[in-house]
């Protein structure tokens, strides 16, 4: 915990954590809270941009923490708080301020909201257990294709389309150029055995030589601020 004996330091007291220490005049409330480890969320590094690390002051006279916690003992509403609250779909509640934002004057208590902290509180109730089945948008399939000889020169997209429909019963696949361009490669690397991958619409999106169980996909969320992207396992 920072401790000062400077007389211009202030006492800063975090809500409901209950942590505290002792921070020069000026310091920006984020960067306090930060510093004693409070749970408080910030995504933008402290720009304004997020919104997500707002916070509320409260005044008055805190026996407790021996703090007279008075409205000027933080700067006032700055520029970037403005300009934030102006922006469509953000703005700020009565009260609240963004903690990038605004600066320590004083000695004072800042509440962190809910809705502010990375890790919020969990509401601990009965849990109920279901059978879920699990349908994932890409299927894999394995398959033996028949070879060609001089009785069946057929071609291999009509062999792997009968074997996909003689062992999965799966028809009217649709397959893609580039599908095509790589499938006698993957039939003959494969020893005309191998795994075949189909979305929900019946495309056919890979063809694997020989046997293959393992199935991954990329979940991609795009944020205004942030871009986070996690591999899962499509069958678990």
Known sequence: MPISLKHKDARVVFTPSGKRGYFPVGTPVLQAAQTLGVDIDSVCGGRGLCGRCQVVQATGNFSKHKINSKAQNITPLSETEKVYAER????????????????????????VPADSQVHQQIIRKEADAFDIEIIPPVQLHYVEVWQPNMHDPSGDLRRLREAME??????????????LLSLQRELREGDWKVTVA???????????????????????????????????????
């Open 166 to 179: 003689r062992e999965w019963q799966l028809t009217d696949l649709r397959f893609g150029h580039g599908m």
């Open 198 to 236: 189909v979305d929900y619409l019946g495309q056919v999106i890979a063809v694997y030589p020989g046997f293959r169980e393992s199935l991954c996909g990329l979940a991609v969320d795009v944020g205004s601020t942030t871009v986070a992207a996690h591999l899962c396992n499509l069958r678990t």
């Open 88 to 111: 469509p779909n953000k703005s700020l509640a009565e009260g609240r301020r963004l903690s990038c934002a605004v600066q320590i004057l004083g000695d004072c208590v800042i509440d």
